[in-house]
C-alpha cells in the first residue's frame, strides 16, 4: 500500500438469508479500519447466485448494519464513481475484464458437459489423485458465445507466496491451482472473478474476510499477476465459535439472525461491544466500550489468530450494564415494546417501576415475563385474587396474629404523607413495629395483600409502586378477608 493511499475496506453478503453474527463481525472490523483511518467503508451485495438470493435480503442486510450504527459511505443505496454496490448492476465490467484474458489467451470456454467433467472426477478418484480440470483443457479453443461457462486458464503452475497481517507468511503449492469459472453460462460472473475486478475498480486496499478464503488464494493471485493487478492487504479473521469451542459457529448450530437480537431486546451498543471483543484483543483490561472508543483503539494489528466464541451469558451481562445507563426517557422508549397492553411508559405506575424493572433484567424481552400471569409485578395490573390463608405467616399461622399486625400496619401506612410515599419513607414508619411485633408476622401478610404473591419486591417497594390509595385499598381488602 502507498503511503498516501486512502484506506478503503469493503463489507461484501451475498443476499442468501438472514445475517449472523460472523458476517457483522466482518463487517464491524472493515468498518472500524475504515473510520479509524479515515478511510472509505463499502457495502457491496455480490449477488451473482441467483438461484440462492432470497427476496428481501438486501434491505435485510442494510436493516441489521444500521441497527449497529455500522454506515457505509457506498452501497446498495449509494452508488459511488465506480457505479453501482450490486455486482447483478455491473456485468459489463466483468464482461471487459473476462475478454483482456481472452486476448492474452488465458480464458476459454468450457467445452465439457456435467457428465464429462463426473467423469474426469471418477478417473482421479479411481487413480487416487487430485481431480484438476487443468489437465482436460481442450487442444482447440473455440470462441466464446457467452453460452458457454468461461474458465481461466492459470498462466503458470508455481508455489504462492503472500503476507496476512493476521497469519503472517503463507504458501501454497501447485495442487492448490486449477483451471476456475469466472463467468457462468447465464452470463453472471463467480465470486473468484467478481471480487477481484470489483475491489479493483472500488479501489478497496484491505480485504478483511474468513479463514475458509486462505485456501483459494493462490487462485486469485494467480488471476491478480495476469490481469496485472496489485493485490490488496490481506487481513484473515479467526472464527466465532460455538459456545463448546468445538467447532465454527453456524447457521445449522443455532446461530440466530442478528435482528432477532433486536427483537429481544438487546442495545445496538452491548453487541457491538461483544462482537468486537471477539477476535480482538484491545491490549488492556478495558470491557466497555462506545462505538467512538472502538473506533478509536482499533489496530489490525491486534487481530488474534485464534477464533473465540459468541456466549450469550456474555451479551446478557454487557446488555445489563448498557440497559443500566440509559436516560429515564431512554429506557421508557425501549421497554414500550415489550409492556403488557394495560400499562403505558406515560402512566405513574411505570415510571415508578422503571428503577427496579431496570435492575431485573438483562434484556428488554424480559419485561414480558415480569408482568405476565406469574411475574413478579403482575400485581400492578388489579387487585390479586388469593385464599385468605396465604395471608398467614407460615412459622406461626394465626388468622389473628395477620390480622392485628395488617390493621396495625393500615394505621401506620395511613400516617405517611401522599407526598412522601416512597420506599424509604414507608419503611422508616413500618419497621419499629415490625421488630416489636416480629418482621415475618408484619411484612409477611402485608406483601400478600399487596401482590398476592409470595415472592416479590419487598412489600415497601411494592407500597410506594402502587400509590397510597391502591395500598390501603388492598390493605383494607386483606383485613375484610380475615375478618
Excluded at 74 to 99: T, V, W
Excluded at 222 to 234: Q, W
Excluded at 380 to 400: G, I, Q, R, V
Aim: glycine share 6%; aromatic share 10%.
Amino acid at each position: 500500500m502507498e503511503k498516501d493511499q486512502k484506506i478503503v475496506t469493503r463489507f461484501a453478503p451475498s443476499p442468501t438469508g438472514f445475517m449472523h453474527i460472523g458476517g457483522v463481525r466482518t463487517a464491524l472490523f472493515a468498518y472500524l479500519l475504515a473510520r479509524k483511518n479515515k478511510g472509505t467503508f463499502l457495502l457491496r451485495i455480490e449477488d451473482t447466485d441467483k438461484d440462492r438470493e432470497v427476496k428481501g435480503s438486501i434491505q435485510h442486510i442494510q436493516d441489521a448494519l444500521s441497527w449497529l450504527g455500522i454506515t457505509w459511505d457506498y452501497g446498495p443505496d449509494k452508488p459511488g464513481p465506480f457505479g453501482s454496490c450490486i455486482q447483478s448492476e455491473r456485468l459489463a465490467s466483468y464482461h471487459e475484464y473476462a475478454l483482456k484474458l481472452i486476448e492474452k489467451g488465458l480464458a476459454y470456454p468450457d467445452p465439457y458437459t456435467p457428465a464429462e467433467v463426473e467423469k474426469f472426477r471418477e478417473d482421479a478418484k479411481s487413480a487416487k489423485e487430485p481431480f484438476l480440470y487443468r489437465k482436460h483443457r481442450p487442444a482447440v479453443i473455440e470462441k466464446w458465445d457467452g453460452k458457454k461457462p468461461l474458465r481461466f486458464k492459470i498462466p503458470e503452475i508455481k508455489r504462492y507466496h503472500w503476507h496476512d497481517v493476521v497469519r503472517g507468511d503463507l504458501e501454497a503449492g501447485e495442487d492448490a491451482l486449477d483451471d476456475f469459472i469466472i463467468i457462468k453460462s447465464d452470463g453472471f460472473p463467480t465470486y473468484n472473478f467478481a471480487h477481484i475486478i470489483d475491489d479493483l475498480n472500488m479501489s478497496v486496499t484491505h480485504i478483511l474476510r474468513a479463514d475458509e478464503f486462505i485456501s483459494s488464494t493462490p487462485r486469485f493471485l494467480s488471476l491478480y499477476e495476469a490481469l496485472k493487478i496489485k493485490p490488496p492487504i490481506f487481513v484473515t479473521l479467526p472464527p466465532i465459535l460455538r459456545e463448546d469451542h468445538t467447532k465454527k459457529l453456524g447457521k445449522r448450530d443455532g446461530a440466530k439472525d442478528v435482528l432477532e437480537y433486536r427483537a429481544e431486546g438487546y442495545l445496538p451498543e452491548a453487541m457491538l461491544n461483544v462482537l468486537a471483543l471477539i477476535g480482538w484483543n484491545p491490549g488492556t483490561t478495558k470491557e466497555l466500550f462506545t462505538k467512538e472508543e472502538l473506533i478509536n483503539d482499533f489496530e489490525i494489528e491486534k487481530i488474534q489468530k485464534s477464533g473465540g466464541s459468541f456466549d450469550e451469558m456474555k451479551l446478557d451481562w454487557f446488555n445489563h450494564q448498557y440497559i443500566s445507563k440509559l436516560s429515564d426517557e431512554a429506557f421508557a422508549d425501549h421497554a414500550s415494546t415489550f409492556l403488557p397492553e394495560w400499562m403505558s411508559t406515560n402512566s405513574p405506575v411505570f415510571r415508578n417501576s422503571i428503577t427496579l424493572i431496570r435492575e431485573k433484567i438483562t434484556r428488554f424481552s424480559d419485561i414480558t415475563k415480569l408482568f405476565n400471569k406469574d411475574g413478579e409485578l403482575a400485581f400492578l395490573k388489579e387487585m390479586p385474587e388469593y385464599e385468605p390463608t396465604m395471608l398467614l405467616w407460615k412459622k406461626e399461622p394465626s388468622a389473628k396474629t395477620s390480622l392485628n399486625s395488617l390493621e396495625g400496619s393500615l394505621e401506620i401506612v395511613t400516617s405517611v404523607p401522599d407526598n412522601t410515599f416512597t420506599p424509604d419513607a414507608i419503611k422508616v414508619a413500618l419497621w419499629s413495629y415490625a421488630e416489636t411485633n416480629g418482621k415475618g408476622n408484619v411484612l409477611w401478610p402485608l406483601r400478600v395483600a399487596l401482590t398476592g404473591q409470595e415472592k416479590s419486591p419487598d412489600p415497601f417497594v411494592c407500597a410506594s409502586l402502587l400509590g397510597k390509595e391502591e395500598t390501603l385499598k388492598r390493605m383494607k381488602n386483606a383485613i375484610s378477608k380475615l375478618s
